[in-house]
Nanobody
Framework: QVQLVESGGGLVQAGGSLRLSCAAS????????MGWFRQAPGKERDIVAE????????SYADSVKGRFTISIDKFKSTLYLQMNKLKPEDTAVYYC????????????WGQGTQVTVSS
């Protein structure tokens, strides 16, 4: 059973930076891609960024383009999200997820980490 554990969330002032990490463990799997999602209070969970397993293709939500960077360390089985120039509207619980090869959706999720950006 694959387990994903996020870390790195916290409270930061607007304009600041945070780096989220997502460590994968628990058996072997081949992921087609991995992603970061976020969910603000009263809102749906939205995709923030995605990356393929070898780290050669990335995509971002328009709201974070130019500010966030997704990356992957295959040897450490860790996914990262570098978040710069944070805004109060980035406040949310951030989740990492993996889309295994052969699957039809993201089906392994972490427990989430809270990011709060004060104005």
């Amino acid at each position: 059973q694959v387990q994903l554990v996020e870390s790195g969330g916290g409270l930061v002032q607007a304009g600041g930076s945070l780096r989220l990490s997502c460590a994968a463990s628990g058996g072997t799997f081949r992921a087609l891609k991995m992603g970061w999602f976020r969910q603000a209070p009263g809102k749906e969970r939205d995709i923030v960024a995605e990356i393929n397993q070898i780290g050669t293709r990335t995509s971002y939500a328009d709201s974070v383009k130019g500010r966030f960077t997704i990356s992957i360390d295959k040897f450490k089985s860790t996914l990262y999200l570098q978040m710069n120039k944070l805004k109060p509207e980035d406040t949310a619980v951030y989740y990492c997820a993996t889309w295994p090869v052969g699957a039809s959706a993201y089906n392994y999720w972490g427990q989430g980490t809270q990011v709060t950006v004060s104005s």
